[in-house]
């Protein structure tokens, strides 16, 4: 067989002649490597040139390798690119489609009075329902702060699943709702209802719910943002922006005095601890309570048909930027979605018990039957609340058998808040006795609620400085006059106590105890 000679390193260029396998032999199992390596040879690829068995080795050439790795390698990058594509693709049209499916749902009802949002207003004045909007959170569902096109800032009652029901279910509640006007009860401005989306937008309260401001308002939180001579930080699930006009470097680190919200913050390793300056005094709590009764007397003799809350608790009453109360939820009760067996009428048996641990009445969950006593009774336990700035149930204390304790052993002062400075000790006195008439056992032990205003209304002109605490216009709405400060000279002004009754432990597995079973708040 004829032998070739190494070609390599020869500095060869040109073509393979195609003449030059013609005389060797490649029958049986030999082969041929042919070494063209350094030397510029253009043909290599030549398809017709080398038989099957002929290697050529070229500075040039790829191995099979390298070639099989490159085109998988390509493929690979290809069908990325085509993934992305098509999920980019695919999201957009999930978008265009549920806004059209959004639309195509929409009931064209109008309710007088009340504004038809879609769920892109709602979605963007919210910022797209992001967390930084969140004030709030029940068993309806969740609450956002939101900013409308013309300026208007309002909150949104946003329907979790489990509270979502037909649209002509919705609407007929809407409209009931719509026709509920006082100025004690939170104003409904509109709704929106569309494809697994129901929501209430109602008027906004600056000044938050009353439990806040009976709860000790020192409160450890995180710094989220510290630059510009502006903190905003979290507390609970509230978003808190304050602006310092001073600010020191101490040892222990920085101390700022606000311009903003009366507070005064103070941070160490990123950490604050904001306090109010000024707490509710009696005046100012004892109009919270009378404006709130006479939210819940409207709901009870005004709304056709009547109106139970089945839900009053500290944090279901609203203050407006005047500290106006405004009863809030009175509505959702109805709005959620209940079986046949459910009763929310007059004096219906209702198999399933609604409420508050702490501010549920008894008798309303032994017998299931709602009446307008058990808002009496829940309403009694937040007068409780504004005597004494405690919470309905705490340690296993609850508050409506401290303070009952306490009064029977004649120490009723020792349970007023001391945050309160001083108060007339008269008004005080028949302030609790009220509150606790409201919290009888027995339904029928309890006051109505014409009877509870027109109490309050008494206790209102019997104490002093109550034409200091509101405008003018907040005092006609209350029926007060000059008489006012129509208390006695010899009105007994009582500095308020230090501490707490020290009280008996409360056991028991029974509703006093707040150990409630099978309660399920809304």
Known sequence: MPQLPSLDNNNLNGSIPS??????????????????????????????LPPANVTILSKSSLSTGAIVGIVMAAFAVAAILSSLI???????????????KRSAKRIPMKIAGLRDFSFEDLSHCTDDFCDSALIGQGGYGKVYRGALADGTVVAIKRAQQGSLQGSKEFFTEIELLSRLHHRNLVSLLGYCDEEDEQMLVYEFMPNGNLRDHLSDLSALVMVDVLSDHKVTFTMGCKHVELVWSLLVDLPWGPVATLTRLNLRLSFTNFCVTVKAKEPLSFPMRLRIALGSSRGILYLHTEADPPIYHRDIKASNILLDSKFV???????????????ETDGSALGHVSTVVKGTPGYLDPEYFLTHK?????????????FLELLTGMQPISHGKNIVR???????????????????????????????????????????????????????????????????????????????????TTASSGSRMVPSSDHYISSMEVSGSNLLSGVVPSINPR
């Open 19 to 48: 003449n030059i396998w013609q005389n060797i032999d490649f029958s049986g199992d030999r082969s041929l490597i042919l070494d063209f390596q350094n030397n510029s040879i253009s043909n290599l690829s030549n398809p017709l």
């Open 86 to 100: 098509t999920v980019i693709i695919l999201r957009k049209r999930s978008r265009h489609s549920s806004s059209k």
């Open 325 to 339: 109360a405004k009863v809030a939820d009175f509505g959702l009760s109805r709005l959620a979605p209940v079986s």
């Open 370 to 382: 709602l009446t307008d006593k058990s808002d009496v009774y829940s309403l009694g336990v937040v």
């Open 402 to 484: 401290e303070v009952l304790m306490a009064n029977q052993s004649g120490m009723i002062f020792s349970v007023v808040d001391s945050r309160m400075g001083s108060y007339p000790a008269e008004c005080v006195e028949r302030f609790a006795a009220l509150a606790l008439r409201c919290c009888q056992d027995e339904t029928d032990a309890r006051p109505s609620m014409v009877e509870v205003v027109r109490e309050l209304e008494v206790i209102w002109q019997m104490t002093p400085g109550t034409d200091n605490i509101a405008s003018s216009e907040s005092a006609t709405a209350m029926g007060s006059s000059s008489g006012n």
